[in-house]
C-alpha cells in the first residue's frame, strides 16, 4: 500500500467547519407503499464514531432504513435527524454502497474520476484509492468486465472517494468468496479507525461478531433491540433476535 493511499484529505474547509453529522436520531419513521406498513414508528440513536452492525430477518426494513438514513427517500411519518440537518441535506457527506454495485460504464480509473471531479478533488487521489482495494492493475479495465467482488470493491473506492463522514453499507460481501470478505472488511475497519461512522447491513452473523461495536436488531419495521455487540451475541433480550441469531425463521 503506497503512502498515497492514506491521503484522504478533507474536500475542503467549507466542510471542515460544518458541525458533524453524528450524533443520529430517528424519530417515529414510518413508511408504506400502498397502504403496506413497512416500517413502522422506528426509533433509533446512533453515537459518534464505530461500527454499528443491523441485523434482521428478511423483509425488516433493513435497505429501507438505509436509504432513508441516506435521504435517497422520503418517509411517510417522523423523522431523521443527523445531528440537527436532515436526511436530504446531509446525502453528499454520506455514502452508500449497495449489495449490487451500480458502476458507470467506463474504466475502473474513470469510475473513481468521476467521482473525484464531482466532489473537487483531486485526481491524484485516485491511485491511492487503487491501491487500498486492491484494483490498481485493473485501473484500464472496462468496470463492466470487473468479477462480483472485484466490482463491490471499485464501489468501496467511489464511496471512499467522496470523503464520506458516514460510510452505509447494505450487504457488501453477500456473495463474495472469503478472501474478497476479508478484504472488504479490512477496508471498512480502516475507515472505522479514521472516524468515518460506518452503518452496515449483513446476514453473516460471523461478520456481524467481526465487525459491531453495536447491534441494531430489526423486526417488522422496528428497532426491536439496541445494544453493545458482546451484550447482542451473549443474550439478546428479544424473542425474535433470539430465533434468529438460532437459525430459526423470523416473521
Ligand atoms: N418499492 C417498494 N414497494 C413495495 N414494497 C416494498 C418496496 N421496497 C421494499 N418493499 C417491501 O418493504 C419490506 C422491507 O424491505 P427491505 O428491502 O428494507 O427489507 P430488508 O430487511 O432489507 O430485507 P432483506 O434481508 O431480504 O434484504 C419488504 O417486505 C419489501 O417487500
Redesign the pocket.
Known amino acids: 500500500m503506497s503512502d498515497a493511499t492514506m491521503d484522504f484529505t478533507p474536500a475542503g474547509v467549507a466542510e471542515a467547519t460544518l458541525p458533524p453529522l453524528l450524533p443520529l436520531a430517528v424519530r417515529g419513521l414510518s ?1 408504506s ?2 397502504g ?1 406498513t ?2 413502522d414508528g422506528l426509533d433509533l440513536d446512533l453515537r459518534p464514531g464505530g461500527c454499528t452492525v443491523i441485523l ?10 438505509l436509504k432513508l438514513l441516506h435521504g435517497l427517500m422520503a418517509p411517510s411519518g417522523g423523522t431523521v435527524s443527523w445531528n440537527g440537518t436532515g436526511a436530504a441535506q446531509a446525502t453528499g457527506r454520506q455514502a452508500l454502497v449497495f ?1 449490487k454495485p451500480v458502476l458507470l460504464r467506463r474504466s475502473v480509473a474513470a469510475n473513481l474520476d468521476f467521482v473525484l471531479k464531482a466532489r473537487g478533488r483531486p485526481r491524484h487521489l485516485r491511485d491511492g484509492l487503487l491501491d487500498h482495494v486492491g484494483l490498481a492493475h485493473k485501473a484500464r479495465q472496462p468496470a463492466r468486465l470487473l468479477s462480483g467482488g472485484e466490482a463491490q470493491r471499485l464501489a468501496l473506492a467511489r464511496a471512499l472517494a467522496t470523503d464520506p463522514e458516514v460510510l452505509l453499507l ?2 457488501p460481501t453477500a456473495s463474495l468468496d472469503p478472501a474478497s470478505v476479508l478484504v472488504i472488511e479490512r477496508i471498512v475497519t480502516e475507515a472505522r479507525d479514521r472516524g468515518v461512522r460506518i452503518v452496515f ?1 449483513t ?1 453473516d452473523l460471523g461478520q456481524a461478531k467481526r465487525m459491531a461495536d453495536d447491534v441494531v436488531f ?1 423486526h417488522r ?1 422496528r428497532v426491536v433491540e439496541h445494544a453493545a455487540a458482546d451484550a447482542f451475541f451473549s443474550g439478546p433480550r428479544d424473542a425474535a433476535a433470539r430465533d434468529y441469531l438460532g437459525g430459526r425463521i423470523v416473521v
Request: aromatic content about 4%; cysteine-free; hydrophobic content about 50%.
Open positions: 413508511l407503499f400502498a403496506a413497512v416500517l434482521g430477518p428478511n423483509g425488516a426494513g433493513k435497505s429501507l432504513l449489495q447494505d450487504e447491513v446476514h430489526l419495521g
